[in-house]
């Protein structure tokens, strides 16, 4: 009982200070990081409150409501956009998206602190470029250090309370002194979402009907076959049902050889993943993975990533070519000869170029925030960016374009 009462103590201490330093440190760059840093703090608290509700009871089903609005919170994060006007923080958003991943160590075994350690370093490339382009600006300095202490910080406590992994009910069938009150219920996790008092009654009305679960249904009456709509008033805000009943099908992840065709399917969370090629005649299919790391180790003929999501893929030599289909927040890097690339319908595809596959061709179509990074000599990346710009002109009856640059 001693141990759930320090984790849960511990967490409130990480916080308190490491938390809300991040917070100040984001407030005195004022907006639109106040805002996003409190997207950050609701994140941090969710986690909080699943570590309490976690501690005194058995682990729930992922899909159930209380993990969802775990889930969400970190989401919100992940899926954010800047607007156009707050272009000068993008950095410092991808800094903490790339990151934010780390508070999903409480799914992870058995290693979640290196799970943690791996979500740190996604975003160190974007908090490089935070300081590089802000040099001698000590808020910006300040703003980095605290984003990177908060994750050592969340690294440690997650080492010194549960090195292995979260432990679902620690609490329970323990002996000695009573046990505190247990946290809410997990509907308790939707606290940040109700509405204030003398607030939207309408809205408060949905969330207390959808934490009635699958008894929702128990008022609706059958329509009869040939009936094509409801006799009766148009439905309230507070009963569309039938969006609760339609989820995604979850596919099985897979990672074989097959013939001479390496399939990495449906990968989440993955890092450290590691193709072993023996046959230059073997091509790689990357299809629908996210938040996956993957290396392949030898020269191969092709390679395919396919409707992909913040992946980081290395390669070695490339016979034939590289094609990038629907992909967003794509690191590749190539170190050795790649002739060919090929990008359509991307965003946020960074290809890392060393001085073996400087002689790279990219054919691009639909492809936004793109860049091209070059190693140079001291072991930094220039990045260049793609151009997304296309002026064209009518000539006689032929259309000329050119490229738009950027100034």
Known sequence: MA???????????????????????????????TSFSGKVAEAFRKNLELIQYGLCNPQPPMDSEGMKAYANKIREIVEFRESPKDS??????????????????????????QYIKDAKEAGEYYGNRVLSSNKGNELHKQWVSSWNQLLVDLQEYVRNNFLTGFTWGASQGKGGAAPPPPPPPPPSLFADVASPAGGDNSRQALLNDLNKGTSITASLKPVKKGQTGPSGPAPTLHSPVKAQTTKPVARPPKF??????????????????????????????????????????????????????????????????????????????????????????????????????RGVEIISSK?????????KPDGDYKEIPMPEQIKTVLAGEKLVSTIVEKN
């Open 3 to 33: 141990l759930a009462q320090r984790a849960v103590s511990d967490f409130e201490q990480l916080m308190n200070v490491s938390l809300q330093n991040f917070v100040n440190a984001s407030a005195a760059l004022g907006e639109p990081l």
């Open 88 to 113: 000068s923080f993008s950095n410092h958003f991808s800094t903490v998206r790339e990151a934010i991943l780390a508070l999903g160590w409480i799914n992870v075994k058995p290693a979640p602190t």
């Open 256 to 357: 074989c050889l097959d013939g001479r065709k390496w399939l990495v399917e449906y990968q989440r969370n993955q890092y450290g993943l590691k193709v072993e090629v023996e046959d230059i005649s073997q091509s790689l299919a990357m299809y629908s993975c996210q938040d996956t790391s993957l290396e392949v180790t030898n020269k191969m003929n092709n390679v395919v990533i396919d409707t992909c999501k913040n992946v980081v893929v290395v390669l070695k030599d490339i016979i034939s070519s590289v094609e990038i289909i629907r992909c967003d927040r794509l690191k590749l890097q190539c170190d050795g000869n790649v002739p060919l690339i090929n990008m359509d319908n991307c965003d946020s595809v960074q290809i890392f170029v060393t001085p073996a596959s």
């Open 367 to 375: 492809a936004t925030s793109c860049n091209m990074c070059l190693l």
